[in-house]
């Protein structure tokens, strides 16, 4: 077993510089590096909480096209981040107040969770208070199979 204590970082491909940093910016992440945005390199971006990502770009093609989400083929690779929120009711209020729409949502043994697109339609699930959607998943497969 490999020794994993946390993940470091999470890398998503961008087109629109700007407009990328501003959504992210919108959620509470603060630029703090551009390891060269232009030739294929991070820009990292760091919350509050902890999280890191790193926005690679730019994008040379399909722009504003999630090509694993929104396409009839599916394609293998990382559908979406997931990030657990501390209000699912003050989460929704924000995303809604900041015009950023919202594309999805679930609602399983009270954990509300929302999805939202980024710029360049990553999708961002936002997981509220309330057990972990790995508890949810493994507990309703385990009921189905009774």
Do not use: W
């Not at 990502?53 to 730019?58: C, E, K």
């Not at 929104?70 to 209000?87: F, N, Q, S």
């Not at 980024?118 to 309330?130: F, S, Y």
């Amino acid at each position: 077993m490999l020794d994993i204590s946390n993940f470091d970082h999470i890398g998503i491909r961008v087109s629109d510089r700007q407009k990328s940093v501003a959504f992210y910016e919108l959620l509470g992440f603060k630029l703090i590096a551009d390891g060269g945005y232009d030739a294929g390199h991070p820009l990292v971006m760091l919350h509050p909480s902890g999280l890191n990502i790193n926005l690679l770009g730019p994008a040379t093609a399909r722009a504003g096209e999630n090509v694993l989400m929104d396409e009839p083929v599916k394609y293998p690779g990382i559908t979406h981040l997931a990030v657990k929120v501390r209000d699912a009711e003050a989460t929704e209020s924000f995303v809604t107040e900041n015009g950023i729409a919202i594309t999805g949502r679930r609602e399983f043994r009270g954990t509300k969770t929302i999805f939202v697109r980024d710029p360049d339609r990553n999708v961002l699930e936002l997981v509220g208070p309330g057990p972990s959607v790995a508890e949810l998943i493994a507990e309703h497969v385990h009921q189905s199979s009774d």
